[in-house]
Nanobody, 126 residues
Framework: QVQLRESGGGSVQAGGSLKLSCKVS????????LYWYRQAPGKERELVST???????SYADSVTGRFTISQDNAENTLYLRMDSLKAEDTAVYYC????????????????????WGQGTQVTVSS
């Protein structure tokens, strides 16, 4: 059973930093993509950052240059380092992982996001 658990959220003043962690169990890191999303009150959930199975990263325009996604395959943990935080970064942050369809030891298919964490609240005061 795949489980994702976020931690590291909290309250911080604008300009401050936080580092979110997402501990994943029952899932093999390094094959398919991992994601950070966020949802602010009254808004739709939005993609913040991705890291592919090969380690390629991407970011929403609103966080580029301020947020850094990384992963520790040995610890099965996904991270999101957030610097220069702004009030508009206030949201519940979720980590997510793709479902992996294994055909054999070498071949697999990344079948889209299926697993979500419960979320961690980040509040930035101005």
């Amino acid at each position: 059973q795949v489980q994702l658990r976020e931690s590291g959220g909290g309250s911080v003043q604008a300009g401050g930093s936080l580092k979110l962690s997402c501990k994943v169990s029952g899932y093999k890191f390094g094959d398919c993509g991992l994601y950070w999303y966020r949802q602010a009150p009254g808004k739709e959930r939005e993609l913040v950052s991705t890291i592919s199975g090969t380690g390629t990263t991407s970011y929403a325009d609103s966080v580029t240059g301020r947020f850094t996604i990384s992963q520790d395959n040995a610890e099965n943990t996904l991270y999101l380092r957030m610097d220069s935080l702004k009030a508009e970064d206030t949201a519940v942050y979720y980590c997510a992982a793709e479902r992996v369809e294994y055909y054999n030891d070498l071949a697999f298919n990344c079948a889209g996001i299926e697993y979500w964490g419960q979320g961690t609240q980040v509040t930035v005061s101005s």
